[in-house]
């Protein structure tokens, strides 16, 4: 069963447009989560985090919010541009004495046009 | 400053061969963790390196096997390969615990056939 989801497989947006991106997750014991963006033949990007205890953190375009009630985060990309075309992954982890894993969604696919 | 680098970048196995795939941490780093990314799937977490030893593991047979060497480098084992084991293999390392801080390969790519 997938703990993190992200349910838009694609999405498309104009240059100069807002992009939000989207993820749920199941399991309330997650208490950091993250977007990656990956591009072919690349490795996945870390791209912008968020702790549990924050609802809000922005990095220059990019903004994540999380809504813990909700059990749901969304990144905005403002605005967008062609480069960012891309499949972005968010991912979720727990902290625990062994080490920490990542939790990731399937992806979605971001095509920006100009 | 090199990032994480991966060997070799493209495989061709036949079923039932094994495989053992390279990992170079990023300069600092002495945590290493594997992921398998299956097409069109996001990357699932497989193990984790730390001072030479396994520290936490996914949901993945015994057939996945890894080991950490003392210049913090790695290498996954794949026993009885699978048509299904055909992936995007990506190393990703870390300091320490650092939730966030990993550094992703661009992965190898093993096909099964």
């Known amino acids: 069963d997938q703990q993190v989801k992200q349910n838009s497989p694609s999405l498309s947006v104009q240059e100069g447009r807002i992009s939000i991106l989207n993820c749920d997750y199941t399991?309330?014991?997650?208490?950091?989560f993250l977007w990656y963006k990956k591009y072919p033949a690349e490795g996945p990007t870390f791209l912008i985090s968020?702790?549990?205890?924050?609802d809000k953190n922005e990095d220059g375009r990019f903004t994540v919010f999380l809504n813990k009630s909700a059990k749901h985060l969304s990144l905005h990309i403002v605005p967008s541009q062609p480069g960012d075309s891309a499949v972005y992954f968010c991912?979720?982890?727990?902290?625990?004495?062994?080490?920490?894993?990542?939790?990731f969604g399937k992806g979605t696919t971001l095509s920006v046009s100009s | 400053d090199a990032g994480v680098t991966q060997s070799p970048t493209h495989l061709i196995k036949t079923r039932g061969q094994q495989v053992t795939l390279r990992c170079s941490p990023k300069?600092?780093?002495?945590?290493v963790s594997w992921y398998q990314q299956a097409l069109g799937q996001g990357p699932q977490f497989i193990f984790q390196?730390?001072?030479?030893?396994?520290?936490q593991r996914g949901n993945f047979p015994d057939r996945f096997s890894g080991h950490q060497f003392p210049n913090y480098s790695s290498e996954l084992n794949v026993n009885a390969l699978l048509l299904g084991d055909s992936a995007l293999y990506l190393c990703?390392?870390?300091?320490?615990?650092?939730?966030?801080?990993?550094?992703f390969g661009s992965g190898t790519r093993l096909t099964v056939v």
């Open positions: 991912a979720a982890s727990y902290l625990n004495q062994a080490g920490t894993a990542l939790i």
């Open positions: 990703a390392s870390s300091f320490g615990q650092a939730s966030g801080g990993y550094t």
């Open positions: 399991n309330s014991m997650f208490d950091y």
């Open positions: 390196y730390y001072e030479e030893e396994e520290r």
């Open positions: 300069s600092g780093h002495d945590t």
């Open positions: 968020i702790s549990s205890i924050k």
